[in-house]
């Protein structure tokens, strides 16, 4: 069994879920003259639905999770808002994923009181609905249990990062630091049940390497957690 529940999304899936969600939004009636795209993870899916509906206008807003030191838990913001005339327009507003949803319902907000457009509607791929305080107007996929969606779009971050903590995890518990490549590929698919393929792990071990947080050492090809 893996220790994270994680889902790798591949390349066929995303055309095939941002299709169906196309579908979704035109069997309601609703056209878009605009999609927003919720960067960074909205972009790909608002592209593919912009191909799907036969919307030239493609727009973005970037929303980060900034933390705040006293409180716990995450608080969404617009990273770099700014304002666009939408006045008259249907604005379609595209994530990949609506897990807490704050993000969506920040985005849609911001377009709705400053873009002044005639309506505003949200879409995602997925909606987890246990988790999520926010519903969009539009999902393909409501998904009932929580699980880490490895997207094309974060493969290589989502791989350094399942590295990183594998290898810290390990450390901790046995006080292991060296890895071999094969080591690592092995370890990586018991932890997290899917096969990222050589590629990627030998680009995430480069930019740990890069990052500090491993030494290669080359005469015995190891990888060696700093600690
Ligand atoms: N972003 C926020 N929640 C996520 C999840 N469960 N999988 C992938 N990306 C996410």
Avoid at 28 to 44: H, K, N, Q, Y
Avoid at 112 to 141: C, F, H, M
Avoid at 167 to 177: I, K, L, P, Q, V
Avoid at 184 to 196: A, L, N, P, Q, T
Wanted: a neutral charge.
């Amino acid at each position: 069994m893996p220790r994270v529940k994680t889902h790798l999304v591949t390349w066929d899936e995303v055309v095939d879920w941002s299709r169906n969600l196309a579908r979704l939004v035109r069997e309601s009636g609703f056209r878009p003259d605009l999609v927003v795209a919720v960067s960074r993870g909205g972009f790909v899916p608002a592209r593919l639905v912009c191909d799907f509906l036969g919307v030239e206008n493609l727009a973005s807003i970037q929303s980060q999770h900034w933390t705040e030191a006293a409180k716990a838990g995450e608080r969404a913001i617009l990273k770099y808002p700014y304002r666009l005339d939408a006045s008259g327009l249907n604005v379609l507003v595209v994530d990949d994923i609506v897990d807490t949803g704050e993000t969506l319902r920040l985005a849609r907000d911001y377009v709705r009181d400053n873009w002044g457009p005639r309506e505003v509607k949200t879409a995602a791929l997925q909606w987890i609905s246990p988790v999520a305080k926010y519903r969009p107007d539009y999902y393909y996929l409501e998904v009932k249990e929580w699980v880490w969606f490895q997207y094309p779009w974060t493969r290589l971050e989502d791989t350094y990062q399942f590295i990183k903590r594998m290898m810290s995890e390990a450390y901790r518990e046995t006080g292991r630091r060296e890895w071999g490549f094969s080591e690592v590929v092995e370890g990586f698919r018991e932890w997290y049940g899917i096969d990222v393929g050589e590629a990627y792990y030998r680009e995430a071990l480069r930019v740990l390497v890069e990052k500090g947080v491993v030494d290669y050492d080359a005469a015995r090809d190891r990888y060696v957690l700093r600690v």
